[in-house]
């Protein structure tokens, strides 16, 4: 494979991942209600009621700091969830669900199962493993080994 042939390709992989991630949010949001699944997201990562920082919620979501926090704070204003301090690390706050995100949570799954959205995971394994071997590929420190 060519330089030209290498870099189209790079470019149409590129696309279409971003593609199938637009799309797919679209279909969960839709299927939700919602403009975006952005709500789903935080309230799947907080669902354990563990507690979730913001940098933690940012991994997940992959929405930025100014986005996330302005999420956070339409959520909290809508009693999904609440901040506190860690207990362990005063410095840091986390984000649990309250009793009516919690709930909320549960009829958004419930949403999901029943507008079958959530059979396009179904006998995904293969896919997420090589998606996920892919996102390593990327992540190499050099890519000039790739």
Known sequence: MDD????AALDELARLMRRV???????VATCLGETSPGRWHVLNAVADGQGRSMSQLAEVT????ATLTRLIDAMIADNLVNRNVDAADRRRVL???TRRGQLTH???????TEGGISSIALG???LTQLLTAL???IQVSDPVSL
């Open 62 to 65: 992959q929405l930025n700091a």
């Open 124 to 126: 995904s394994e293969p």
């Open 135 to 137: 996102l390593d590929r």
């Open 21 to 27: 991630s637009q799309d797919l949010d679209k279909t």
């Open 95 to 97: 984000v649990h669900p």
């Open 4 to 7: 030209s042939t290498a870099l």
């Open 106 to 112: 549960k009829v958004m799954n419930q949403a999901l």
